[in-house]
């Protein structure tokens, strides 16, 4: 079997997803691994053409990693049929306008998120890559994490019995950036740059909550900004404009009640940076990016309240570990992967634009919640 190459557009490289988790942890690494397999045995090597701003930067990047094709010239990388794919990991304001051009140019995208800045330009994206007949996909990379998939294989093995609950916590200090630099950049705390964390997180949310345990359709939040002044990458000091912070009650089809809290301004006390917590009539479990624990019913301890009594029951011990009974690949590669399948040979890969424009609407709703300080539902998405 000979092996085809699909040439792919990367706009967005230099930037800490573009750079780490697509260019070299999926495309360079599916490379390196000969390919993405196909059902008939043969394979598809990606062929990058970095774009961007900086030419001095995508020329350093291509160099360092033998990439061949760089250019500051979107139009002319989209004009070029050896490259039928766009992938875009720009930051959140700039994207919805770039991907009207690949779609325009009759290219498939493959976008981060949040596809768009409102729920009607996801719309008007999802309408019109339908219209051009492209494929297009989102990245839902949370479902594909190591802790997510073994929570997916309880779900699907009835462990929960009937799924009452699930507390979600994620968020960890992100450092102001004055005494010490802040670890994300400075736009996500500025509204008017496409920031806050409603935006980023509610979208992974959204996806996580519709396919392991249904989709939501009401949201009570209140989101805030802990920290209303930060200093820029430059040592700038700025108003923090975005939410850091958002506590948000989820109700979901099937009646289950999500509670999840997103903040940068937590300290960690937990074993990873997101955990979630699913109570079942039959057994619970504790999911977090890598590791899951569980606790049958049958082996549920019986706490008694006694505050003039100190702890004797050593609660964590009591949790079994999930194996992993897999070996997980990275989850950006993997969706890569089944997102490069989709375009070359028609494979399943339901995490499109339309999905994307879901978490949209959920982010929305969330600060219109917020925002009004009521419980907003969630109606037809209008598509
Ligand atoms: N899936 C995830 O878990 C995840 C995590 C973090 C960020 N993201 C998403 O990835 C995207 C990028 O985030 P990041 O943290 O890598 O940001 P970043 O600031 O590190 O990178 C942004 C990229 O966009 C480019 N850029 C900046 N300003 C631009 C402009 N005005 N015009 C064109 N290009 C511009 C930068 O040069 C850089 O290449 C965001 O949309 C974000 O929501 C996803």
Redesign the pocket.
Known sequence: MTAQTLGVVMN???????YRQHLVRSVLAINEQGGVPLSDGSRVRLEPLLV???GAKLAALAERHGIARWTTDLDAALADDDFPLYFD???????EKSIVRAIDAGRHVYT???VAESLSGALDLARRAAEAGVKNGL?H??LYLPGLRKLARLLESGFFGRVLSVRGEFGYWVFEGDWQPAQ??S??YRAED?GGIVV?MFC?WNYVLENLFGAVTAVTAKAVTHIPNRVDEQGAGYDATADDAAYAIFELEGGVIAQLNSSWCVRVHRDELVEFQVDGTLGSAVAGLHSCVVQPREATPRPVWNPDLAEAQPFRAQWQEVPDNEVFDNGFKAQWEQFVRHVVEDAPHPYDFLAGARGIRLAEAGLESSREGRRVELGDLGA
């Open positions: 967005g490289v230099t930037g800490r997803m573009g961007g701003r900086d990991a720009q930051l959140t304001s700039v994207r981060e998120k949040p990245v990379d949370k994300r950049p736009w996500n496409g980023d992974h």
